[in-house]
């Protein structure tokens, strides 16, 4: 499990920071993002195909919607595939959308 702890927004103040987990299994995991103050947890998922990660899906629920929670779980995502020298497969319409706005990533794409 890796934790990564960074401040929202100031008007998000009732909710002072945002921590992403990773969760491996044998075939896949998912990181998740744990937001003080809220029992929400935003998730993106993803299965494994030798070395390239399927990212499947991104779901942030309404209560903590609305702060950058996706963006931050798709960052740690491709932070771990610049560390780990894993593609990624963004059958996710959110994640290919990222893909789409940061060009810097293409590198990390499978297809």
């Known amino acids: 499990m890796i934790r990564a702890t960074r401040p929202v927004k100031p008007q998000d103040r009732d909710m002072d920071e945002v921590t992403i987990t990773r969760h491996d299994t044998a075939t896949g995991g998912e990181y ?3 937001v003080a103050g809220s ?3 935003g998730r993106l998922t993803w299965v494994g195909q ?3 990660r399927v990212a499947d899906h ?3 629920p309404p ?7 996706a963006a931050r779980l798709v960052e740690a ?3 771990d595939a610049r560390a780990q020298g894993f593609r ?3 059958e996710c319409s959110y994640i290919a959308a990222a893909f789409k706005r940061h060009p810097d990533w ?3 794409r499978s297809r």
């Open 88 to 90: 990624i497969d963004p």
């Open 39 to 41: 029992n929400a947890i």
């Open 58 to 60: 991104t779901i942030v």
């Open 32 to 34: 998740r993002a744990h």
């Open 106 to 108: 293409a590198d990390l």
């Open 63 to 69: 209560e903590i919607g609305g702060r950058g929670i």
């Open 77 to 79: 995502l491709v932070a």
């Open 50 to 52: 030798g070395d390239v």
